[in-house]
């Protein structure tokens, strides 16, 4: 996960760098793509030492490149500088945040919080110096003041409730009451009316399926259309390029003219007022258009016979006449597709939501009801099996599921182990849960000791045989492994099919591969002491 997740940050930097763009830019956007995946949590993890590396090498170098003897000779171009950011940037983002709608109180906050350059003013700097498109006198400047304004913005953040009592007592009481109210009318604007959605529905699906046609053209004529001419001729090379062209853009080129507002939306305003039928068959005669066009932008690209564009373009407004249907379906499949892959972050934690409302629901009755608590980081219970616990004796309470991640286990048995930070769906009465709850935060708050605590790192999984003309373990269970090698079997392997998480009273068969997950020196002594494999 860590060298594909680095691997995709440096090839889009790599396509950025090449399409004329910063490289930062394509680390944030691959940045922002991953955010946004069902792995988010692990790969931040995963990128932990690797984002604190770099970061201490951006830092250092940053730091590297303050030099107090020029900042001392251009004190007063950073000092009005300096006060012109603070100044500038405080009432000018404050007054935006009031334009957008926000209360005072709220942009004041945002206009302190903003008031400074960061340290890519550097970057910014040194880069316009290394291309000669700057002087020697900018960069000093820049350093100097983003140094001072990084020190100056927590004490704004921090006095930021001050300066909005301050004004509060000094404004016009007219003046704040306006404020605040037009933040609560722009608050609770009504949705657009159907003719806005209608437009912007229009707009969108001309401008998304616009780019991905155009996309989709250049690089065929930039790529596939360059290594064909090794193949085939040049005509020939074209030709093949148009074809798969109009393959790949069709369903995008059909989306402009076919995917449009429902039929009933439509015939509502078309027979509501003659005014509106104007519209209508300028949004339609607009969209009829941009399909012309597109048809003649891509054969343009291969050929230059205009005659020629012109009857393909009507031959294939023709054939997506007839094979609508199918075009349809094909379209409306990669937009689910596409929204769920955008989605499917959102999507699998409303699950997860779901699920434990439903178990909520499900054991909530009488005084017994669900409660999520946290498992501390210090506990001396983490990797001990369930069963070995025995909560359900001590507490009166049972545990629904353990939440770890994305991934949920519902109804864990006595063998499930618990890791730092799970979440765990604790089942009880008001007392047991509350009782649970204090030994839970006794657990957590009391340093772990050595003799107490289970060590995992000690702990190993290793696969065992049980030869066939090995007949001492011949009628044992596996819960005569269990208390012998203290440890789980956590499989059965027997007979070409796997047994998980087997019961104690299952009976051990030779040539079984046995799986077990015990203490290394607890294993090790089991399998020497019935020489084991």
Known sequence: MLIISIGLCLGMVYIADSAGFSIELGAFVMGSILAETVYA????????????????????SIGMMIDPVSMY?????????????????????????????????????????MAQIGEFAFIVAGLGLSLGVTSEFLFPVAVGVSAITTFTTPYLIKSSD?????????????FIQGIEKYSSDTQHIQNENKWKEIIKQ???????????IIAITLIVKSYLLFLLTDWFTYFGASLVSLVLTFVLCIPFIWAIIGNRPKREIIREFWDESNYNRAPIITIISIRLTLVVVAVIFIYNQFFSSTIASIVLTIGLLIMMYFLSKYFNKFYNYIQTKFIYNLNEREILNKKIEERQKKVKFQYTWDNTHISDMIVP???????VPLGDLDWRTKFQINIAYIKRGDRIIQTPNSESILYPFDKIGIIGTDEHIQRFEKYLQIIGETPPENNDLKNTDNFTLD???????????EHKSIGWVKDTAKGIVVSIERDGKMIHNPDRNVPIELGDYLTIVADKKNLKTFIQDYNLK
Not at 82 to 102: D, E
Not at 163 to 172: H, T
Not at 202 to 212: D, L, Q, R, V
Not at 377 to 383: D, K, V, Y
């Open 41 to 60: 949590e692990k790969i931040e993890h995963n990128f932990q030492s690797v984002k604190n590396l770099f970061a201490t090498i951006f830092f250092i």
């Open 73 to 113: 000779e251009h004190k007063w171009a950073i000092f009005i500088v300096t006060l012109l950011t603070i100044i500038g940037k405080l009432v000018f983002t404050a007054l935006g945040a009031i334009i957008s709608g926000q209360p005072l109180k709220q942009s004041v906050q945002v206009g302190m919080s």
């Open 162 to 174: 001050k300066v909005y009592s301050f004004l509060e007592k000094i404004l016009p009481q007219k």
């Open 202 to 212: 229009t707009i969108s699906t001309i401008f998304i399926n616009g780019i991905i």
């Open 377 to 383: 980081q210090n506990a001396n219970f983490i990797g």
């Open 463 to 473: 696969k065992v045989v049980i030869p066939h003309d090995f007949c001492v373990l």
